[in-house]
């Protein structure tokens, strides 16, 4: 799946943003794990390493799956410290089978500080509920970077997002913390939904993190519950395009650059 992803997106596009059609090339991909089997973990790490290395497609790093409270966690992980594609760790963390508050264990946390003090970052995937929890992790581990994913999860098909709009600024006040524009697409209905279900959650991160800590991420082929890759470009470039192209650059290319350490 991702070579064949890595290669369809490195194709040229064109994206209808009102009566205009815009050109458009993914210039490079962060692979982000899918939330597999722990025991397939070393698997999916090797493979996406081989796949960054080949320079065949633009994929040209990796977050790979780790759970950072296991016991083995230190030994999986400082295998890749000197891996030049691998730029850090994910665990979903808004699985059913996950409790809550489960990230503010004290062997989740030594193991999110690990990732800090050898140079990693953690990405963040939880419930729109516990946002205040991820606030205390953040805390809890000063020598790590963040990014939240997903815009903290937010519902599009929930009328009342105020309670979200309040915890993800509680987060936001955290500078340690990036905010990935991605995932939401996934939770709107399928041929109901229009670009103002969406635009307030997302001028809302916009405002909050300010322009140089958001991030735009593709969540194909999740994103493909409500929309394919290429729409949800074009909805998000319609939600945005009254920003500077500064702005505009920073969210779609330079920050994510930036933040996970792309050559």
């Given at each position: 799946m991702p070579k064949d992803y890595?290669?369809?997106?490195?194709?040229?596009?064109?994206f209808k943003v009102g009566d205009q059609?815009?050109?458009?090339?993914?210039?490079?991909?962060?692979?982000?794990?899918?939330?597999?089997?722990?025991?397939?973990?070393?698997?999916?790490?090797?493979?996406?390493?081989?796949l960054c290395k080949s320079g065949e497609?633009?994929?040209s790093a990796a977050v790979i799956s780790g759970r950072p409270a296991s016991d083995n966690f230190r030994k999986y992980i400082t295998a890749y410290k000197d891996n030049k594609y691998v730029k850090g760790v994910r665990q979903v963390l808004h699985g059913d089978g996950t409790p809550k508050g489960y990230c503010l264990d004290k062997n989740f946390i030594k193991g999110v500080q690990l990732l800090g003090e050898i140079g990693m970052r953690y990405d963040i995937c939880i419930r729109p509920g516990e946002l205040l929890d991820a606030a205390q992790l953040i805390d809890a581990c000063p020598g790590t970077r963040f990014i939240?994913?997903?815009?903290?999860?937010?519902?599009?098909?929930?009328?009342?997002?105020?309670?979200?709009?309040?915890?993800?600024?509680?987060?936001?006040?955290?500078?340690?913390?990036?905010?990935?524009?991605?995932g939401i697409i996934a939770s709107a209905k399928p041929g109901e939904w229009t670009e103002n279900d969406l635009a307030?959650?997302?001028?809302?991160?916009?405002d909050v993190f300010g322009p140089d800590r958001v991030m735009f991420g593709g969540d194909w082929p999740v994103c493909t519950l409500a929309a394919p890759l290429n729409v949800w470009i074009e909805t998000l470039y319609l939600i945005v395009r009254d920003r500077s192209e500064e702005h505009l650059r920073k969210l779609f290319h330079d920050n994510a650059v930036k933040f996970y350490g792309l050559s």
């Open positions: 890595a290669q369809a997106t490195a194709k040229l596009c064109t059609a815009v050109p458009g090339r993914i210039v490079k991909t962060v692979y982000m794990e899918v939330d597999l089997d722990p025991r397939q973990q070393e698997q999916e790490a090797e493979y996406v390493i081989n497609t633009p994929m939240l994913d997903h815009c903290g999860n937010a519902n599009v098909q929930e009328k009342d997002h105020s309670k979200w709009k309040r915890d993800i600024a509680q987060v936001a006040k955290r500078q340690k913390v990036t905010c990935k524009v991605s307030p959650i997302i001028k809302h991160v916009l």
